[in-house]
């Protein structure tokens, strides 16, 4: 008879997400960053949870401490948040990670670009 093995969970992440508007879809997104890949200053118009696949990656909410995300780590960017860093921490090797776009109804954009010069969008 088969030894039954219990289901193991581990806590990644728990993220409030405030007083945002309701979720009411979710989009997923697998993406890879190539070996050396800077995002540059960003921010989401919604909610984004994810989820480190593979690789390493330096992540910084702008006036936040840094954070090096390695596979197997959580991460939360609350809506409009500057995120300065979501870079790929290697120079030899991809990274890949997993985003939750928590969205409301209507909204389709994913990212914004936001120019380094503080006030001035593009």
Avoid: W
């Amino acid at each position: 008879m088969a030894e039954k093995v219990e289901i193991q969970r581990k806590s990644l992440l728990a993220a409030s997400l405030g007083a945002t508007a309701p979720v009411e879809r979710v989009e997923i997104q697998q993406i890879d960053l190539p070996p050396g890949q800077t995002v540059g200053l960003h921010r989401h118009p919604c909610p984004v949870v994810g989820y480190v696949v593979a690789g390493a990656i330096n992540y910084q909410i702008e006036g936040r401490s840094n954070q090096r995300l390695q596979a197997g780590d959580a991460f939360f960017e609350p809506m409009d948040a500057r995120v300065a860093h979501f870079d790929n921490a290697s120079s030899s090797s991809a990274a890949t990670f997993i985003a939750f776009y928590l969205l409301t109804d209507g909204q389709h954009e994913l990212i914004e670009m936001i120019s380094s010069h503080k006030g001035n969008e593009q």
